[in-house]
C-alpha cells in the first residue's frame, strides 16, 4: 500500500527559476530583515537536511551494530558461517545453509503459486474489468496488504494447516506420485500440517495482494494510443496484452516480483508459525518441516546464551539484511527505468 | 476457398486463444480473492465468537483463563505506537520536506535509501535494535534492557521511510503557483512552507502518518527482540509535583498485541486460541481505525481531487 514505486518518479519539473526569478525582483527590504531571514531559512534548510540524513545514519547505524555484534562469528567461522551445514547449539557449531536453503526454497514455492494469480489479476484489474468491479476490488486487496503478519500465521495455523494435511498431503501420500522416480524426495514425511508447503503457501497470500497491487499500477500508466494502435491493427486483446502491454511493462512487472520476494525472504512471523522449525532429513521435503532464516532466528533466540550462540544469530540478521538490500536495489533500479521509459513515451 | 478456410481456421485459433488467456485473467482473480476472502471470513467469523468486553479490562488468568484479560497488550501496543510517533514523526516529515524542497544527485540518494530502508524486514531492525540497545544494557545491568522503549525505537525506525515519502508525495501535490505567489510577496522559504503549503497538505500528512501507524500497529517480529512480553501492567512510582503516583513504566519488559497473539497461537492451550482470534480482530479493528481515519483527515481538504 505505500509502496508506489511510480509516483516518485513522476514528478513536475523543477521550478526553481521562477522561484528565484520572484526573489530575485521582490521589493529590497529595510537594511536588519536580511540578516533574520538568512538565519530563518538556513535554520530550515539545516534542519530538514539533517532529518532526511537520518536515513543514511539508520542504514549504515544497522551495518555497523550488526557486524561488530556478529564479530565473533565473523572471526571464528568466516565464511565457512555461510556455506556450513550444520547448526547445532550444544556442541557450538554454526552454519547457516540450511536456513538460506529453506528461505530461497520457501520463497520459490510462493513465487511459482502467486506469480501466475498476481498477473492474471492485474491484468484483470487493468484492462479488463468494469469500473464497479475494478473499485471494489482494488480496495480489497489494499485492506489485504495491510493485515499483519501475525494475523496470517493464527490463519495459517488454524485453517490453512488442517486443510493442506486432509486435503493436499494425506490424498497425495496415499497416491501413487511419491513412488514415482525423481520426485519422491518431495514427498517425504507424514503430512501432519506444518511444512515447507505451508510456509509457501502462506507466503503466496502474503505476496498476491503485493505484487499484484505494483503491478497493475504498472499496467494502467501504460499510455492508452499503444493500446489503440494495436486494436487498431486488429489484434484481439489478449494479442494486444500479450504483445503490447506486457513488454512495455516488462521491467516494471520484474521488479514487482522481485519486491514480492524480498518481502518473502524477510517474512518472519507467518513463516514461524506454519514452518515447524525443525531440520529437515531432506532439504527438499515439501511435507516436512523445516527452518527459513527468519523463523529460524524468531525460534532460537528466545533460548540463546550470551557469546558464539547469539553473535550467530546476529550474523543471520546481518546476512538477511545484506540479501534484502541487494534484492531492494536491483527491484527499485528496474521499477525506476520503466516508469521513465514509460514517461518519456508518452 | 482454401486460402478463406485457411483465414478462418486462423482466425477462430486467434479468437481462442483470446478467450482462453482472458479467462485463465478472470480466474486468476477469482482465486485470489477467495483465498483472501477466506482468510477475512474466519477473522471475522472466529474473532466475533470469541470477543469479551472483559479483554479490554482485565489482566490474563493463568488459573481460569476465559476469565482473563489482554488490558495490558493493548495499553503496550498503544504506548509503544505513541513513542515510536515521537521518534519518526519529527525526522520523518522534515525529511519529507527536505526532499521536495531539494534537487539534485544527493536528495535523489535520499528518495532512494527511504525506499530501500522500507524494503528491510521488520525482524533485521528488531535484531538491529537488540544489537544496538538491549544486549548492550542487558551485559551492564542484567535484567534490564528489553524495555518499551526499545520496542518503539524498533517501530520508529520503520516509521521514518513510511512518514517520509507519503510527506514528500502530498507535498509535491500541492500547486507550484501557490508557493510562487508567496515567496513573489517576499516571504521566505521557511515561512512558505509553514503558513502555505504544510495547511494546504495537512490532511495528507495526516493519512500517511495514520496508514505508517496502521502498518507498524501490526509488527510481532520486531518486538520478539525488544520488549520480551508480560503478563502483568508494569508500574513505578512516580513524583508528581509531590504527590506519589503509581504510573506504568516503560524501562521494563512490557507486552503488545501482535506478541500476544503469536504467543497464543502458538501454545497448546484451546483457550488461549480463542483470545488469540478475538486479540486478533481487535488488531484489525485498530489498523482499520487507523486507515479510516486517514480517509476521514483527506476528505474536504484542498487536495481531495488527488
Redesign the interface.
Given at each position: 500500500?505505500?509502496?508506489?514505486?511510480l509516483?516518485?518518479s513522476v514528478?513536475?519539473k523543477?521550478?526553481?527559476v521562477?522561484?528565484e526569478a520572484?526573489?530575485a525582483t521582490?521589493?529590497q527590504?529595510g537594511p536588519a530583515r536580511p540578516a533574520v531571514?538568512r538565519v530563518?531559512?538556513t535554520?530550515?534548510?539545516g534542519?530538514?537536511?539533517?532529518?532526511?540524513l537520518?536515513?543514511?545514519a539508520?542504514?549504515l547505524?544497522?551495518a555497523w551494530?550488526?557486524t561488530?555484534?556478529s564479530l565473533p562469528t565473523i572471526r571464528a567461522y568466516g565464511f565457512r558461517f555461510v556455506t556450513g551445514t550444520e547448526w547445532d547449539e550444544v556442541k557450538g557449531v554454526f552454519g547457516v545453509w540450511p536456513f538460506i536453503f529453506g528461505t530461497l526454497y520457501s520463497s520459490f514455492i510462493a513465487l511459482v503459486l502467486a506469480v501466475?494469480?498476481?498477473?492474471?489479476?492485474a491484468?484483470?484489474?487493468s484492462?479488463?474489468?468494469p469500473r464497479w468491479i475494478r473499485t471494489p476490488?482494488t480496495f480489497?486487496?489494499e485492506l489485504?496488504a495491510?493485515?499483519?503478519?501475525?494475523?496470517?500465521?493464527?490463519?495459517g495455523?488454524?485453517?490453512l494447516l488442517p486443510f493442506l494435511r486432509e486435503k493436499v498431503m494425506q490424498p497425495i501420500l496415499n497416491s501413487p506420485l511419491p513412488n514415482l522416480p525423481g520426485v519422491s524426495g518431495m514427498f517425504q514425511g507424514y503430512g501432519v500440517g506444518p511444512s515447507m508447503l505451508a510456509a509457501g503457501v502462506i507466503l503466496a497470500?502474503m505476496i498476491?495482494?503485493f505484487i499484484?497491487a505494483v503491478s497493475r499500477d504498472i499496467l494502467r500508466a501504460i499510455p492508452r494510443a499503444q493500446r489503440e494502435a494495436s486494436y487498431g491493427m486488429g489484434a484481439?486483446?489478449?494479442?494486444t496484452?500479450?504483445r503490447v502491454v506486457v513488454p512495455y511493462a516488462k521491467s516494471g512487472i520484474i521488479g514487482a516480483v522481485i519486491?514480492g520476494l524480498?518481502?518473502a525472504?524477510?517474512?518472519?512471523?507467518a513463516v514461524t508459525?506454519v514452518i515447524g522449525n525443525q531440520t529437515p532429513s531432506n532439504p527438499f521435503a515439501l511435507f516436512e518441516p523445516g527452518y527459513t532464516m527468519?523463523s529460524a532466528?524468531?525460534n532460537k533466540?528466545?533460548e540463546a546464551s550470551?557469546g558464539l550462540h547469539?553473535a550467530a544469530?546476529?550474523e543471520v540478521?546481518l546476512v538477511?539484511?545484506v540479501v534484502?538490500?541487494l534484492?531492494?536495489?536491483v527491484?527499485?533500479v528496474l521499477v525506476f527505468y520503466t516508469a521513465k521509459d514509460i514517461q518519456g513515451g508518452r | 476457398m482454401a486460402v478463406s478456410t485457411r483465414t478462418d481456421l486462423h482466425l477462430a485459433r486467434?479468437?481462442t486463444?483470446?478467450f482462453v488467456?482472458?479467462g485463465?485473467?478472470?480466474?486468476?482473480?477469482i482465486?485470489?480473492?477467495v483465498?483472501?476472502g477466506?482468510?477475512?471470513y474466519?477473522?471475522a467469523s472466529?474473532g466475533l465468537k470469541h470477543i469479551s468486553p472483559r479483554l479490554f479490562t482485565r489482566l490474563p488468568n493463568n488459573i481460569d483463563i476465559k476469565q482473563g484479560g489482554i488490558a495490558h497488550s493493548i495499553f503496550g501496543t498503544l504506548t509503544l505506537l505513541g513513542i515510536a510517533s515521537l521518534i519518526s514523526l519529527?525526522?520523518?516529515?522534515?525529511?519529507g520536506?527536505?526532499?521536495v524542497?531539494?534537487?539534485g544527485r544527493f536528495?535523489f540518494a535520499?528518495?532512494?535509501?527511504?525506499?530501500?530502508?522500507?524494503?528491510?524486514?521488520?525482524?533485521?531492525?528488531g535484531?538491529?535494535v537488540?544489537?544496538?540497545y538491549v544486549?548492550p544494557l542487558s551485559?551492564r545491568n542484567p535484567g534490564s534492557g528489553f524495555s518499551g522503549y526499545a520496542g518503539g525505537l524498533a517501530l520508529g525506525?520503520m516509521m521514518?521511510?513510511?512518514v517520509?515519502?507519503?510527506t514528500?508525495?502530498i507535498l509535491?501535490l500541492v500547486p507550484?503557483s501557490l508557493?510562487?505567489a508567496s515567496?513573489?510577496?517576499?516571504a521566505?522559504?521557511?515561512?512558505t512552507?509553514w503558513s502555505i503549503v504544510l495547511p494546504v497538505a495537512r490532511g495528507g500528512v495526516i493519512t500517511g502518518i495514520m496508514?505508517?501507524l496502521?502498518?507498524v500497529?501490526?509488527?510481532?517480529?520486531p518486538l520478539?527482540?525488544t520488549i520480551l512480553g508480560n503478563e502483568y501492567f508494569p508500574t513505578k512510582q512516580a513524583n508528581v509535583l509531590g504527590a506519589k503516583v503509581t504510573v506504568p513504566a516503560m524501562n521494563t519488559a512490557i507486552d503488545a498485541l501482535?506478541l500476544r497473539?503469536?504467543n497464543y497461537?502458538?501454545g497448546p492451550n484451546l483457550e488461549q486460541?480463542d483470545i488469540?482470534?478475538a486479540a486478533?480482530l481487535i488488531?484489525?479493528a485498530m489498523?482499520l481505525i487507523f486507515?479510516i481515519a486517514a480517509r476521514y483527515a483527506t476528505r474536504g481538504g484542498v487536495l481531495e481531487e488527488h
Open positions: 500500500m505505500t509502496d508506489r514505486p509516483q516518485g514528478r513536475p523543477p521550478q526553481k521562477v522561484a520572484a526573489a521582490e521589493p527590504p531571514r530563518g531559512d535554520v530550515y534548510g534542519l530538514t537536511f539533517a532529518a532526511s537520518s536515513i543514511f539508520i542504514i547505524w544497522i551494530k550488526l561488530e555484534q501466475p494469480i498476481s498477473l492474471g489479476a491484468i484483470f484489474l484492462e479488463l474489468a476490488v480489497l486487496i489485504l495491510a493485515i499483519p503478519s501475525v494475523i496470517y500465521g493464527l490463519w495455523i488454524f485453517i497470500i498476491i495482494p499484484t484481439t486483446q489478449w494479442e496484452i500479450q519486491l524480498g518481502r525472504f524477510g517474512e518472519t512471523m508459525m527468519s532466528l524468531a533466540f528466545t550470551p547469539t544469530l546476529i540478521g538477511l539484511f534484502a538490500i534484492v531492494n536495489i527491484a527499485r | 486467434r479468437r486463444t483470446n488467456m482472458l485463465f485473467c478472470v480466474l486468476a482473480s482465486v485470489a480473492l483465498m483472501l477466506l482468510v477475512l474466519f477473522l472466529q519529527p525526522l520523518g516529515i522534515l525529511g520536506i527536505y526532499q524542497e531539494a534537487r536528495a535520499v528518495r532512494f535509501l527511504t525506499d530501500v530502508l522500507n524494503g528491510i524486514p521488520s525482524i533485521v531492525i535484531i538491529f537488540y544489537a544496538a544486549y551485559q525506525i521514518i521511510p513510511l517520509m515519502r507519503t514528500e508525495e509535491r507550484f508557493r510562487e515567496l513573489g510577496l517576499g521566505t522559504r521557511w515561512r512552507m496508514l505508517a496502521a502498518r500497529a501490526g509488527e510481532t517480529a520478539l527482540f501482535p497473539i503469536f497461537a502458538v486460541h488469540a482470534w486478533a488488531l484489525i489498523i486507515s
